[in-house]
């Protein structure tokens, strides 16, 4: 499965970016698929790893507010491995095919 999610502090101002960097890090030391971009982080992997990384994302969020928000979005394709890199690249493949044609 491919996780999108978004964790944001409510309540602590308007920088936000000491606790969406402490959510970012508990992904990245999961060691699982993911990547970053300026409104999501998506993760890939089995149903129970992903959502334990989410949740120690948000609680990681909550060291800094004790109110989060939490936008998920899920993907769940059986036997599909490796989505986050063979989605883009069938994209990108397809609109080089229709600027050369």
Do not use: Y
Not at 19 to 40: C, E, I, K, Q, Y
Not at 82 to 95: A, H, I, M, P, Y
Request: negative net charge.
């Amino acid at each position: 499965m491919i996780v999108a999610f978004s964790v944001t502090p409510i309540g602590s101002g308007q920088h936000v970016g000491q606790a969406v960097a402490d959510a970012v890090r508990v992904v990245r030391d999961s060691g699982l698929p993911h990547r970053t971009d300026a409104r999501f982080t998506s993760v890939e992997g089995e149903w129970d790893e992903v959502m334990d990384v989410v949740r120690r994302a948000v609680e990681a969020v909550q060291a800094h507010a004790a109110r989060v928000s939490l936008v998920l979005k899920a993907d769940l394709n059986e036997g599909v491995t490796d989505g986050l890199t063979t989605k883009v690249e069938t994209v990108e493949r397809l609109l080089a095919e229709e600027s050369e044609g």
